[in-house]
């Protein structure tokens, strides 16, 4: 993809896909900032990018104050800001009854008001340079249930509708807005939240993880930078008229259901498919 001329702010970029999505986006030309909670591991991915192609700003997407510093910082660095990628993100696995409503208000301050945060930030700007692109990072999870995740889900399907929502309400202001949901990506988040399963039910981490991957089509997870190439494509003009798209990159699991997924477990264990 050509980004060249783009200005981009990546939210989360210290780690796991925000880090991929960002060294894609300096690979195709674009100026990056990027931004998440942990200062060190931001300067560790700058120092690992071009001279000049990057700036860092620590801060947290649920506060404010925090969210209009890194606006400037972008815009101060790259002169405008016509790519946003809400890419930041928190889990804190437990049962609705279990789940603790600090931690619940969490999640959804990070996965979800942070994206609207930004994007009330970023819109007008987007508006004054005659368009740009929104790209938000959802997750499989925003599509459907997934155990013991009820925080992590609500928020990510929340982040599917304010997609659509800031689709149709600046489709004539040329700013689009599209939805990328990932699925068994390989992040230490992840690998976090299924080591913390796989303890609930008693199984080993590793084992736990292959077991997973073999009920996603392609048996495996993806490694972050799979995710890279359809954001770089999003934020392009080569996608110039796609928006309101909420699109999966996980493998095949998204057509997968539960029962098709019992039935292929027990056809595995008799010796009827590989």
């Not at 931004?35 to 690992?48: D, N, Q």
């Not at 930030?121 to 790209?135: C, R």
């Not at 990072?137 to 889900?153: H, Q, T």
């Not at 890279?228 to 003009?237: E, M, N, T, V």
């Amino acid at each position: 993809m050509n980004l060249k001329g783009k200005v981009a702010l990546v939210t989360g970029g210290g780690t796991g896909i925000g880090t991929a999505i960002a060294e894609r986006f300096v690979a195709d030309g674009a100026k990056i900032c990027i931004t998440g909670r942990r200062k060190e591991m931001l300067e560790k991915v700058a120092k690992s990018l071009p001279p000049g192609t990057v700036v860092t700003c620590p801060g947290d997407v649920s506060k404010e104050a925090d969210v209009k510093r890194m606006v400037e910082t972008t815009v101060k660095f790259g002169g405008k800001l016509n790519v946003l990628v809400n890419n930041a993100a928190l889990n804190h696995p437990a049962p609705i009854a279990e789940l603790d409503p600090k931690l619940w208000r969490e999640v959804i301050g990070v996965n979800l008001t942070g994206p609207f945060l930004l994007m009330q930030a970023v819109i007008p700007l987007m508006i004054k340079e005659g368009g740009g692109s929104i790209i938000n990072i959802s997750s499989l999870g925003g599509m459907r249930c997934l155990p013991s995740m009820p925080a992590y889900c609500s928020s990510k399907a929340g982040l599917i509708m304010l997609t659509q929502q800031a689709a149709l309400e600046y489709g004539r202001q040329n700013i689009r807005c599209n939805a990328v949901c990932p699925g068994g990506v390989k992040t230490a988040m992840t690998e976090k939240d299924f080591g913390q399963f796989g303890r609930m039910l008693g199984i080993e981490h590793e084992t736990f993880i292959n077991q997973i991957a073999q009920e996603i089509p392609m048996r495996r997870f993806a490694a972050p930078p799979e995710m890279g190439g359809l954001c770089s494509y999003l934020a392009s003009d080569e996608s110039s008229f796609m928006t309101g798209a909420v699109l999966t990159i996980d493998g095949g699991t998204a057509v997968v259901d539960v029962v098709g997924a019992a039935i292929t477990g027990a056809m595995r264990k008799g010796g009827l498919v590989d």
